[in-house]
């Protein structure tokens, strides 16, 4: 086990609808990115918090937004679902710095009908 | 952008016999790289990193190679066990941005 924990686990939305997805953090980390997978592929990089600031983005649009916490937990936002976003997204901590690990948690499939 | 890629999407190895996973990255400066192993409805498992000052790391029972002259990494595994059947990813980073490229996986099956 990592430490990392998200939720839910699963989740189904209906397009047009907004959802919110949480993680939070292995102990020790003040760095946590979002990534999505989609069916039979890598996971792709949204975006990455440290210490509560936006650290980095992926190519997502807008309504992909996210939020860290103090104790460095997170949240993942998206807005105005679409059929596409369905797909596992998984959330990473890490301790900070550029090359350190990224530890995953177990994701949160989202699926958009 | 840059890409990760994987030269087989699908390996069948034998128990007992080793496994070696190759991976292609098409950009020099990426500068540290990990192996992820991914169990079906899981997340992506940290396996083993290397950095690109060294050529050859060994964890327990896996090895990971990285050529950085003709841009290729590999993840060799010893004696493999069911246990082991999964997608393997490799993923490069560079130094200075925080995020990781993942490629599309290589699936493991290992046959008893």
């Known amino acids: 086990e990592t430490g990392v924990t998200q939720s839910p686990t699963h989740l189904i939305k209906t397009r047009g609808q907004q959802v919110t997805l949480r993680c939070s953090s292995q102990?020790?980390?003040?760095?946590v990115s979002w990534y999505q997978q989609a069916l039979g592929q890598g996971p792709q990089f949204i975006f990455q918090y440290y210490r509560e600031e936006e650290n980095g983005r992926g190519n997502f649009p807008p309504r992909f937004s996210g939020l860290q916490f103090p104790n460095y937990s997170s949240e993942l936002n998206v807005n105005a679902l679409e059929l596409d976003d369905s797909a596992l997204y998984l959330c990473?901590?890490?301790?900070?710095?550029?090359?350190?690990?990224?530890?995953f948690g177990q994701g949160t499939r989202l699926t958009v009908v | 952008g840059e890409s990760v890629g994987l030269h087989l999407p699908t390996l069948s190895v034998q128990e007992g016999d080793n496994s070696i996973i190759n991976c292609a990255y098409s950009n020099s400066a990426s500068d540290y790289f990990i192996w992820y192993k991914q169990e079906s409805g899981k997340g992506p498992q940290f396996i083993i990193d290397i950095r690109s000052n060294m050529d050859k790391r060994q964890g327990q029972r896996v090895t990971v190679l990285l050529n950085k002259t003709v841009k290729h990494l590999s993840l060799q595994i010893a004696a493999t066990q069911p246990g082991d059947s999964a997608v393997y990813f490799c993923?490069?980073?560079?130094?200075?941005?925080?995020?990781?490229?993942f490629g599309s996986g290589t699936k493991l099956n290992v046959k008893p």
């Open positions: 990473a901590s890490s301790a900070g710095g550029y090359n350190t690990e990224a530890f």
């Open positions: 102990s020790g980390h003040n760095t």
């Open positions: 993923a490069e980073k560079v130094y200075n941005f925080n995020k990781f490229y």
